[in-house]
């Protein structure tokens, strides 16, 4: 772990963000024998024990690697080596003894959970997930140390092994316990119990990389510690605290913005039960087994620059580097745009032939219309995201809190409009998710103008990617449809139109110089496109 390069923030955002784009890809191709194995009633007992799971998660873990990646890269900025380690041990222990808390809690109410959204199979699935929470816990403070050291390689490589091996895990498990209940009345809570052990299995070899890599440079570090010469040594009750202080705002933002899908699932159960619905579990399983997780696919660019950016945001603002912050605020937002604007467009125009192609045995017309209906929701979320992880970087930690609390708040009065009085369904579930997004973005945008004096820039960001898209999108439909009525494959259509798509795109954002050569080169991989670009005369 060698000294970090000044504004490697986005180069290292683009390694996590590439680990956690293949990490959900795998994710959504296991989903599909998953669901053919317990079906979308299966796959809603699945969902539901995620719920609450996450929930856990975040109030355990998953503030704990953006807290600490800020507090040791606030203080290796400073050189305070010993008070970085002492953070990180600190926080080790913290986190264990809350994860485990987590984890008895979850496990022993796992039927109060299950009554709560009317679906009491839901219980067995999630008393098989609850240990993953401890495991979670310990593994995010090791995250956080990597990357509050600005290296995301560690993260990354573990965050693979852990999907794949979830991946094979969950579906044999799912498959086998099918077998072995299927004689019981929840004989698909069972086959959700094997998806959700997978978690578990994902979770532990996840931990062992990260104890591999931090032992290997574990000689390394206690180097630097030994030659701290600060001298401002801070107790372990005040790291404690530092954590504690650090860890709450975080905790509250984060559990307020995982809330929405929390509050949507009870909200769902308890109205779809009143209206003596008997398609509850079916209809949550489309909505959040398809729409959700393809919609999030993209939104984990923004996730993992969030994750780059708190640390790098953190030291460039602990210098008083004013100009700094806001020419990564601006990067890091318009690099995110540039991908989020077009997944959105092309989810949208492309929903039935993904659907076609992922879940062909399921239902098919209705997954498909709620991702035309709101592949919008990815830019909000993308751009929601980073922008929380802006506001954390500096120092406004209150603000994800409030913005996501008062957006909560209007979510949950639009949703039981939608549900209870126009009896809007599935659809009802995703214009309530748009609306959530939405307003996270308005109270974020204005949040970053008012504490960073940071006035964002609207062309090259927002309208002329836009304009790109749209065009690419016209271009993938077109191209799609024509390939499909010359050779009728989806695969093989859809592949070529997603290709026609991303070289058109790419080619628009050059020559409208949306993009330009020096924005180019701080990507990564910059200067090798530049000189392809040059080659055929795209750049001058």
């Known amino acids: 772990m060698g000294k970090s390069k000044k504004n490697n923030y986005l180069i290292q955002g683009s390694i996590l963000a590439v680990s956690s784009i293949v990490s959900r890809f795998i994710g959504m191709l296991y989903r599909i024998p998953l669901t053919n194995i317990v079906g979308d009633t299966g796959m809603g007992y699945y969902s539901s024990a995620y719920e609450l799971y996450n929930l856990a998660l975040i109030l355990s ?28 041990l600190c926080a080790l222990k913290l986190s264990a003894a809350v994860g485990l808390l987590m984890s008895i809690f979850v496990y022993a109410f796992a039927g109060t959970w299950a009554a709560l959204v009317k679906s009491a199979p839901v219980a067995v699935p999630l008393r098989v997930l609850a240990p993953t929470i401890f495991v979670f816990a310990v593994m995010g403070v090791f995250r956080g140390y990597f990357q509050g050291k600005h290296t995301m390689v560690p993260t990354a490589f573990s965050q693979l092994i852990e999907q794949v091996v979830n991946a094979f895990v969950s579906v044999y498990a799912a498959y086998r316990l099918m077998q072995i ?15 959700t052990f997978g978690s578990f299995a994902g979770a532990v070899f996840g931990l062992l990389t990260l104890l591999f890599v931090y032992a290997i440079n574990h000689g390394y570090i206690r180097k630097k510690v030994r030659k701290d010469r600060v001298g401002d040594e801070r107790s372990t009750a005040g790291i404690l605290r530092l954590i504690v202080l650090t860890v709450i705002p975080i905790i509250l933002s984060q559990t307020i913005y995982q809330l929405s899908g929390t509050v949507d699932n009870t909200v769902f159960g308890q109205i779809m039960d009143a209206q003596r619905n008997e398609e509850t579990s079916f209809l949550w399983g489309i909505y959040s087994n398809k729409y959700r997780m393809l919609t999030n696919l993209p939104v984990a660019v923004a996730t993992a620059l969030g994750a780059s950016i708190v640390p790098a945001l953190a030291n460039t603002y602990a210098v008083g580097d004013d100009d700094g912050v806001r020419e990564k605020i601006a990067s890091s937002v318009k690099f995110n745009m540039l991908i989020a604007i077009p997944a959105a467009v092309g989810m949208g125009v ?29 830019v909000f979320f993308a751009y ?86 749209a065009i690419m999108g016209a271009v993938a439909y077109i191209t799609y449809h ?59």
């Open 61 to 88: 873990s998953y503030s704990i690697p953006t807290a600490v990646s800020k507090l040791v890269s606030s203080m290796e900025s400073k050189k305070q080596y010993r008070n970085a380690h002492k953070v990180f």
């Open 350 to 378: 492309l929903a039935e032939p993904i659907i076609r192609l992922l879940f062909p045995s399921t239902e098919i017309e209705l997954s498909a219309r709620l991702l035309q209906f709101g592949s919008i929701a990815i």
């Open 181 to 195: 209940h299927n004689a019981s009345v929840d004989m698909e809570a069972y086959g959700a119990a094997g998806g």
């Open 384 to 469: 929601s995201t980073i922008t929380n992880g802006v506001l954390q970087g500096i120092d406004q930690m209150r603000l994800p809190v409030i913005h996501a609390a008062l957006s909560l708040g209007v979510h949950v009065a639009v949703l039981f409009l939608l549900l209870w009085v126009f009896r809007m369904g599935a659809y009802g579930l995703v214009i309530g998710n748009v609306t959530y997004a939405l307003g996270v973005c308005v109270l974020n945008w204005m949040g970053i103008g008012k504490h960073a004096n940071y006035r964002q820039e609207v062309r090259t960001t927002f309208v002329m990617p836009s304009l790109c898209a």
């Open 482 to 540: 024509g390939m499909y009525s010359v050779l009728p494959k989806n695969m093989t259509a859809l592949i070529v139109a997603i290709v026609a798509a991303l070289l058109c795109y790419a080619c628009l954002l050059v020559v409208t110089r949306t993009v330009s050569e020096q924005e180019l080169l701080g990507f990564p991989k910059g200067r090798m496109l530049v000189r392809v670009l040059k080659k055929i005369h795209l750049l001058s």
